[in-house]
């Protein structure tokens, strides 16, 4: 049974961090690319970061140089650090597996793995 629980979340001043964690279990996260996606009320779906099986990293436009994807395979986790938040980085952060595109809403309800989400909170 694949799960993906996601934690981290919260309330934060703008100019802060957080830190989102993403833990897998029945499946093993270093044989699946990994993402973080989130959706803000009345906005589409958006790609946050993407870490490969391999280890490569990107990210959304405006998350370039804020936020950082890592794994730790040991602990079956990514982590989402996310400094320099922003107001507009508020949202319901959700991590998922086996995805490869973005769609309209997230979390897609029969495609890909995916976690309930973690709200993050940015005033």
């Known amino acids: 049974h694949v799960q993906l629980v996601e934690s981290g979340g919260g309330s934060v001043q703008a100019g802060g961090s957080l830190r989102l964690s993403c833990t897998a279990s029945?499946?093993?996260?270093?044989?699946?690319?990994m993402y973080w996606y989130r959706q803000a009320p009345g906005n589409e779906c958006e790609l946050v970061s993407k870490?490969?099986?391999?280890?490569?990293?990107s990210y959304g436009d405006s998350m370039k140089g804020r936020f950082t994807s890592t794994r730790d395979y040991a602990k079956m986790t990514i982590h989402l650090q996310m400094n320099s938040l922003r107001p507009e980085d508020t949202a319901v952060y959700y991590c998922?597996?086996?995805?490869?595109?973005?769609?309209?809403?997230?979390?897609?309800?029969?495609?890909?793995?995916w976690g309930r989400g973690t709200q993050v909170t940015v005033s």
């Open positions: 998922a597996a086996e995805m490869g595109w973005t769609p309209p809403s997230c979390p897609h309800p029969s495609f890909g793995y």
């Open positions: 029945g499946f093993t996260i270093q044989d699946f690319d």
């Open positions: 870490i490969t099986s391999s280890g490569q990293t």
